[in-house]
C-alpha cells in the first residue's frame, strides 16, 4: 500500500500578531494567519496580484517562538501539514476549517526590521507529538 504526502511550504507576511493560548497545563498553541501573493498577467495582458489567506497553528516550543518574536507584518517560512477539523457552531451548522499544522518555520526579517536581512535558525516541532488533538482548539 502506498503512503500519501502531505507537505505545506509557505513563505509570506503575517495578517496579525499571533494569538497564544495556554491548553492541557502548561502547553501552549498559538494561531496566526499568514498571506502568500502572487501575480501574474490575465489573457489582457494586465498585472494580477492575488492574495491567499493561510491560518496556521503552531505547539509547543514553536507557539512560544511565535508568541515572543513574529508580530503583524513579519515574514516567515513554514513547513508543515494540512488538517481540516469539523465543528457546529451555536445555530446547528457544520463548519469546517482548514489549517497548516507548522512543524518548521524560520524569520525571514532582519534583527533590526527591515526584512530581506539576516535569516534566523530554523525552529521545529520537536516536542509535538505526530498528530495534535485539534478538536479543541481554544480558537
Known sequence: MSRGVNKVILVGNLGQDPEVK???GDRKVASVTLAT???YKDRDGNKVD???WHRLVLWGTLAELAGKYMKKGSQVYVEGKLQ???WEDEAGVKRFITEVQVREMRFLDSKEGGGG???SPEHTAEDAPPSEPTD???F
Do not use: F
Open 22 to 24: 495556554e491548553v492541557s
Open 84 to 86: 481540516t477539523r469539523s
Open 117 to 119: 536581512g539576516t535569516r
Open 37 to 39: 501573493n502572487e501575480s
Open 136 to 138: 479543541d482548539l481554544p
Open 50 to 52: 492575488k492574495v491567499e
